[in-house]
């Protein structure tokens, strides 16, 4: 991910490459300390933030990439919106939740983000079929098939969350600062 187009504390606190477990992870506990102090205003300074229910989805995704996924969920949770109930839909994936994951991908309905997500798929796995357009309830049975050990492709699922991630962070980024 081209980490120059976000605010200097974003590029800060994304500088660690984490490639998060399907399941919940472990807490990054030396990040605690520094994601507890973030506000929408000091995340996006010196740009001020034009929607706030993007900047929280931000907050939420910053939580989710350390692996904090109490807090994602506490701050997804609030933010009725569809990028809200995307990061949502992912907190519960990774808990795993997949019967919640998928209620709250069903409130995501289309999202942007999966105009992107077949190409950056088929980019990790050109040989794998890949659902076109995405449909998310196809990864959620991946995951869950993986981390059950009937899918050996862990690997592949793993990455193409991190891109999901990186894709749906970059969407929220950029609206939460006007779309610019």
Known sequence: MEL??????????LAEDRLSPLGPGTPN?????????????SLF?????????FARCCLAGL??????????????QEIETTSGSYWHGIMHRR?????NAAYWFRRVGKHPVFDSLPAAARQLAPDMAIPSPWNPF?????CEACTKGKESGEQFARLL????????????????????
């Open 95 to 99: 808990e795993p939740d997949y019967g």
């Open 4 to 13: 120059t187009s976000f605010s200097p504390l974003i590029r800060e606190i």
């Open 63 to 76: 939580w989710l990439y350390h692996d904090f996924l109490d807090q994602a969920h506490e701050i997804s």
């Open 45 to 53: 300074a010196p740009q001020q933030v034009a929607d706030a229910d």
């Open 138 to 142: 196809w990864f959620i049975d991946y």
């Open 29 to 41: 506990e030396p990040m605690r300390a520094r994601l507890e102090r973030l506000t929408a205003e």
């Open 161 to 180: 969350q991190r891109r999901e991630w990186e894709l749906l962070f970059d969407f929220c980024y950029r609206e939460a600062i006007g779309g610019l």
